[in-house]
Nanobody, 129 residues
Framework: QLNIVESGGDLVQPGGSLRLSCANS?????????????VGWFRQVPGKEREGISC??????TIYADSVKGRFTISRDDANTVYLQMNSLKLEDTAVYYC???????????????????WGKGTQVTVSL
């Protein structure tokens, strides 16, 4: 069982940057590292559906939503950590950001919340003047 934990959310001004981190804090046999799975970042604001922002496959293939292309970058650092580097933040990027993993797959064509089966509790990102 994966135990996803996110960190890095904060209050930032428009145009600023943040880096979110995601890791599996559960028991760590080597095959439970996040590097074996599709991992994604999603965000949600009150009254709206959860939105797929970016996903990365075990092989490094990345997917981005149009709203964040050129501003956000997803990456892996080691066997268990996935980052979301967010630059040029806008007011509309304000949301709770969730990290999630698909423990059944190493590759996905799309970045859909419905494909993920392990979720973190979320971290708040607020972009404000």
């Amino acid at each position: 069982q994966l135990n996803i934990v996110e960190s890095g959310g904060d209050l930032v001004q428009p145009g600023g940057s943040l880096r979110l981190s995601c890791a599996n804090s559960g028991l760590m046999p080597p095959h439970f590292g996040l590097d074996r799975y599709v991992v994604g970042w999603f965000r949600q604001v009150p009254g709206k559906e959860r939105e797929g922002i970016s996903c990365i496959s075990s092989g490094g293939h990345t997917i981005y939503a149009d709203s964040v292309k050129g501003r956000f970058t997803i990456s892996r650092d080691d066997a268990n950590t996935v980052y979301l580097q967010m630059n040029s933040l806008k007011l509309e990027d304000t949301a709770v950001y969730y990290c999630a993993a698909d423990s059944r797959s190493s590759w996905r064509r799309n970045c859909n919340p419905s494909d993920m089966d392990s979720w973190g509790k979320g971290t708040q990102v607020t972009v404000s003047l």
